[in-house]
Each structure stands twice: as structure tokens, then as C-alpha cells.
């Protein structure tokens, strides 16, 4: 079985500033790793995703991560952050694959941003 | 291309009565995948059909809880009675093979 834990469940950040979001995972196999947005009302959007190769990934809205196998973290970053980013940020694992195994989520991360 | 289709968006009722929210996959993805998200749990994987036969239902609550998929295009969940703890968001996903999976506009469940 795997589990992620999102360790803050609010992030506050001034608008134009950095933001980097802590994903860590448990699990005995390897994984695939995701990260979804959720605005207010919405369903969960894709920013990116981890299957093989690269260890930094790029996605949607200028948002990365990176995955970290030696800390089994797989961090969101964005270097500059605007208003249209206040959303609830979450981190998902997969052991088999986006289309073969249920997703399991973290539980959140709510950024705030700040004008 | 249209995304996940859910209906309806949102849904009131008594409890005791039945519930069935529906599910339109993304043409040609072969996973189906049903979620609840309550602020108290987060997001819950229910179950999930791989080439519309169901693989894994260990999520689903208990016996008051079906899914079916009687076809590609279509995935019913339903829910009967139902109870006040039932409230919640419910998402449905699909997914082709080891790509991520992309989630429809959600269910909003309100059981008085």
C-alpha cells in the first residue's frame, strides 16, 4: 500500500514570490506520481505528472517538480506565483499507473496567495 | 476533445431515497475510476473498472454502495438508501493505460 502526506495543510505566499509545496510518499514498489489542482467548485486538473525518465518534470501554469526517490519526495515548485493560483494543491501516487491502480491522495495543501 | 462527463452536478434529497450519478469517461480511455472527497476524509478512491469489468471495490462503503458499467461510454454509481453521511463530492476519472487520470466536474451529494 502507499500513502502521501502533504506536510502544510496552508501555504501563504505575497504574489510575484516563490512557492515550493512538500510532497512525500510511503511505498515498497515503485510508483507514478501526480500532482492535481482544484479550484473553488471544480474538479481536479492535471499540473503534471511523474511516469519514468526525467526527474523534473514540467506542467501546466509554469508549475515543476521533482522527484526524489533517496527522499521519496516529489516537491511542486513555481518561481513566480500570481492570484489565479489560490487553489487546493494535491499530491497523488500511484504503484501501477494512472490507468491500472487507484489514486492515493494526500490531503491537501491550500496556497494562499497575498496581493 | 470533452472531458469527463458527470450528472447530475448537483443533487438534493431525502434520505432513504436512491442515488444514481452517472459517468461519461473520455472517448477511448479504458479505466473508470469513482471518487468521493468530504473535508473530513479527503479524497477516497471507490472503485475502479478496467475494460468496463470492475477490479477493485474494496473502497466502496458498504452494501448500500453499487457501480456498474454496462458500456465504455457510461458508468452508473448508485447509492440505496441513502443516509446523511453519504454527502460528499463525487468524481468520476478515466484513464488510458499507465497515463494520468482526468477527473469530471464532480457530483455534489446533499442527503437530508
Known amino acids: 500500500a502507499q500513502s502521501v502526506t502533504q506536510l502544510d495543510s496552508q501555504v501563504p505566499v505575497f504574489e510575484e514570490a516563490p512557492v515550493e509545496l512538500r510532497c512525500n510518499y510511503s511505498s515498497s514498489v515503485s510508483v507514478y506520481l501526480f500532482w492535481y489542482v482544484q479550484y473553488p467548485n471544480q474538479g481536479l486538473q492535471l499540473l503534471l505528472k511523474y511516469l519514468s525518465g526525467s526527474t523534473l518534470v514540467k506542467g501546466i501554469n509554469g508549475f515543476e517538480a521533482e522527484f526524489n526517490k533517496s527522499q521519496t519526495s516529489f516537491h511542486l515548485r513555481k518561481p513566480s506565483v500570481h492570484i489565479s493560483d489560490t487553489a487546493e494543491y494535491f499530491c497523488a501516487v500511484s504503484a501501477r499507473g494512472g490507468g491500472a491502480d487507484g489514486l492515493t491522495f494526500g490531503k491537501g495543501t491550500h496556497l494562499i496567495i497575498q496581493p | 476533445d470533452a472531458g469527463v462527463i458527470q450528472s447530475p452536478r448537483h443533487e438534493v434529497t431525502e434520505m432513504g431515497q436512491e442515488v444514481t450519478l452517472r459517468c461519461k469517461p473520455i472517448s477511448g480511455h479504458n479505466s473508470l475510476f469513482w471518487y468521493r472527497q468530504t473535508m473530513m476524509r479527503g479524497l477516497e478512491l471507490l472503485i475502479y473498472?478496467?475494460?468496463?469489468?470492475?477490479?477493485?471495490d474494496s473502497g466502496m462503503p458498504e452494501d448500500r454502495f453499487s457501480a456498474k458499467m454496462p458500456n465504455a461510454s457510461f458508468s452508473t454509481l448508485k447509492i440505496q438508501p441513502s443516509e446523511p453521511r453519504d454527502s460528499a463530492v463525487y468524481f468520476c476519472a478515466s484513464s488510458l493505460r499507465l497515463d494520468a487520470q482526468y477527473f469530471g466536474p464532480g457530483t455534489r451529494l446533499t442527503v437530508l
Open positions: 473498472f478496467n475494460n468496463n469489468v470492475p477490479i477493485d
